[in-house]
């Protein structure tokens, strides 16, 4: 038995035919981000010791200047180290200035250096605290 329901060339018709056109419309999908409203912050401390600043941040930026003696200068949230940063002295940066995609939460900053006194850092954030 021969298929009856077919076009002038043989071939079985259908509901649709021909080629589809498709058009895309979310390929742009863009999420507003919560702007900042507060909690930004700084600290300009020696390496002497751990600069504990009374507060918890949650920062998605950083700003940091390390003189020539710094070798580290570390986030801390209690006593979890949550960022490190190397500086002049094990051969880092002198200054790092970093946007975040994942924001970093820290209580106190920390920073290890060549022992002299007057070996400083200086750090900046763009922040909310939570």
């Known amino acids: ?8 060339n043989q071939n079985v018709k259908v509901h649709e035919q021909g080629t ?17 409203t507060g909690g930004g912050g700084s600290s300009l ?6 600069d504990n600043l009374g507060f ?10 390390m003189d020539p003696g710094v070798s580290y200068v570390v986030f801390l949230d ?3 180290q949550a960022a490190s940063f190397a500086g002049p002295a094990v051969s880092g940066n002198a200054s ?3 946007g975040l995609t994942r924001p970093v939460r820290f209580d ?10 007057s070996t ?7 922040g909310n605290t939570p």
Request: hydrophobic share 45%.
């Open 1 to 8: 038995m021969q298929e009856q329901n077919v076009d002038a």
């Open 20 to 36: 589809a056109n498709v058009n895309v419309t979310n390929t742009g999908l863009s999420v507003a981000a919560v702007p900042v």
């Open 45 to 50: 401390g020696s390496c002497n010791g751990t």
């Open 56 to 65: 918890q941040f949650t920062a998605s930026a950083l700003s940091i200047h």
């Open 78 to 80: 209690g006593a979890n």
């Open 96 to 98: 790092v200035v970093i």
């Open 108 to 117: 106190s900053i920390d920073c290890l250096g060549d022992g002299n006194p």
């Open 120 to 126: 400083n850092f200086a750090a900046s954030w763009v």
